[in-house]
């Protein structure tokens, strides 16, 4: 049945190459007259051909969108195992003896990061190596094993094997998420769905936050928060399944019938020669080579890696994750709940997302980044004005608490987003999952010492001057992106790669 099939999607391209045969043999011996006919009636072919371009530029969003919902699922489990700790970590602490032990709560917390920068570092070789859909499968796997061991944990020890497990998982997800969306996506909507990575991992948080409301009042309810998240992790595994591979690792290991067989999937049958055709356009038949490290940071790749990770290292110093850390202290002195002060950010955080998925295809994505990172910076110079001694105590808790929210909300446009989703557009095909993988593991470094020095430097030099830095590298930030930064929107990958990449 798929031989048949495959014969029957081939066989206008056979007729096709056999009359071109025919006619060149035929050319050699004809009149001038018909030389003259021919010409004419291949005329008629190209405007026939301009006439259904229209018709061929956009292909249907509803074919590839299942397969992206299925990728969201690890942006999901990312953002939920972020939060999973949060109400919990008391409970926690309590059940398994290392209550007041402040070193041992921040290493329930932390030893996620560690993992995730495992997962991270080695993304990029198993996502060339096994394929993008294996890998959700393995990203899944630690997941569920160590969300089984946490749930079961009766040490700390135990607890802290769990959370590395995860986060192993955690490390994995988000740049294969990036990879796959960005490379299953039509262009016209790559943009749109490369935002469902952010509106998933913020559902993630709130699930998280939902899902842990009941630990102050039924012991032992965080061994439920673990239990909980083993479900999407399956579904995701199990969904995979039912999902195409990337075309792009498909050609790239050479599987060029199976490639097409994705695309036709993806983008229906109409569209599969273009889409093969814009593949071959960028392929030097190197495909298959190794990609060694040193690649990716000397040479033709360096300015595309350096982007890449300077953009990550801006996201994370412009001090989004401090924000998210102090924001329960902010809300609690101006008698906010700390379960209010939690819906309030999600709801700034999903809002901006929505808006900026709205967005992405439209205005683009330079634009977002640019608009995002200045409003960041204006919401840290209200910061710095709440916490100077000019404003009275009233002001300033309304200047932190909408300063917070208004941060929260520019980050969510673009500074969060985008970078997930431009960087694989503008990483060339060979290197893209390597480096990827250089880039998130950038942005879990910087992730680990913020979160690590972020108490010790507000209580040394001041909310005052430590919002001042933040605000800081926000304009920095502006500038590296209207210097550097390329628009992507409505390109192909294959588009963007020829205009990108000095030629060699």
Not at 39 to 54: R, T, W, Y
Not at 56 to 79: C, D, E, K, Q, Y
Not at 159 to 176: A, E, N, W
Not at 455 to 475: A, D, H, I, K, R
Request: include cysteine.
């Amino acid at each position: 049945m798929n031989l048949l099939m495959w014969v029957r999607q081939r066989e206008p391209y056979s007729m096709y190459k056999r009359a071109s045969s025919r006619d060149y043999m035929n050319t050699t011996d004809m009149e001038s007259k018909e030389f003259v006919d021919t010409l004419d009636m291949e005329d008629n072919s190209a405007l026939l051909q301009k006439s259904m371009v229209p018709e061929l530029s956009n292909p249907s969003w509803r074919l590839s969108l299942p397969h992206v919902l299925v990728a969201t699922i690890s942006s999901f489990l990312f953002g939920y195992h972020l939060g999973v700790v949060n109400e919990p970590l008391e409970s926690i602490s309590a059940d398994l003896g290392f209550k007041g032990n402040t070193l041992a709560e921040g290493l329930v917390v932390s030893t996620c990061l560690g993992g995730a920068f495992l997962g991270s570092l080695f993304s990029g070789w198993i996502a060339d190596g096994v394929g993008r859909r294996r890998a959700f499968q393995l990203c899944a796997l630690p997941m569920i094993i160590g969300a089984v061991m946490s749930a079961t944990a009766k040490t700390l020890a135990g607890m802290l094997i769990g959370r590395l497990f995860v986060g192993t998982g955690m490390g994995l997800g988000p740049p294969v998420a990036s990879l796959y969306v960005t490379e299953v996506s039509p262009s016209f909507v790559r943009g749109t769905y490369g935002s469902f990575i952010q509106i998933a991992t913020c559902l993630g948080l709130m699930g998280a936050l939902l899902v842990g409301i009941p630990v102050k009042e039924i012991a032992g309810w965080w061994r439920v928060c673990f239990w909980v998240s083993t479900i999407p992790a399956a579904i995701l595994a199990l969904a995979m399944v039912f999902c195409v591979e990337s075309p792009h690792w498909l050609h790239k290991q050479g599987r060029t019938y199976e490639a097409e067989a994705a695309f036709e999937k993806l983008l229906g049958g109409s569209h599969v020669k273009t889409a093969m055709v814009q593949l071959n356009k960028v392929d030097g038949g190197d495909e298959t080579d190794a990609v060694s490290l040193s690649e990716l940071f000397y040479g033709r790749h360096f300015r595309v890696v350096f982007i890449g990770s300077t953009l990550f290292a801006l996201q994370q110093l412009s001090g989004i994750n401090a924000v998210f850390y102090f924001s329960s202290t902010v809300f609690k002195s101006a008698g906010v709940p700390s379960g209010l002060a939690n819906a309030f950010i999600g709801i700034a955080n999903i809002s901006g997302s929505v808006v900026a998925m709205a967005l992405m295809d439209k205005v683009g994505r330079k634009v977002l980044l640019l608009w995002s990172f200045f409003g960041m910076a204006m919401a840290m110079a209200v910061q710095v004005v709440a916490a100077s001694s000019y404003s009275s105590g009233s002001v300033s808790l309304y200047l932190s608490v909408g300063g917070m929210l208004m941060f929260v909300l520019t980050f969510a446009l673009g500074a969060g987003p985008v970078p997930g989703l431009l960087l694989p557009e503008i990483f060339p095909g060979r290197i893209r999952a390597k480096a990827m993988a250089v880039c998130m593991s950038v942005h879990w470094v910087i992730n680990f010492f913020v979160g690590l020095l972020f108490l010790q430097l507000l209580e040394n030099l001041g909310p005052q001057l430590l919002y001042s830095m933040f605000g800081t590298v926000c304009m920095m930030a502006v500038v590296f992106v209207k210097r550097n930064v390329v628009e992507t929107k409505g390109k192909s990958l294959q588009e963007i790669e020829i205009a990108l990449l000095p030629q060699e």
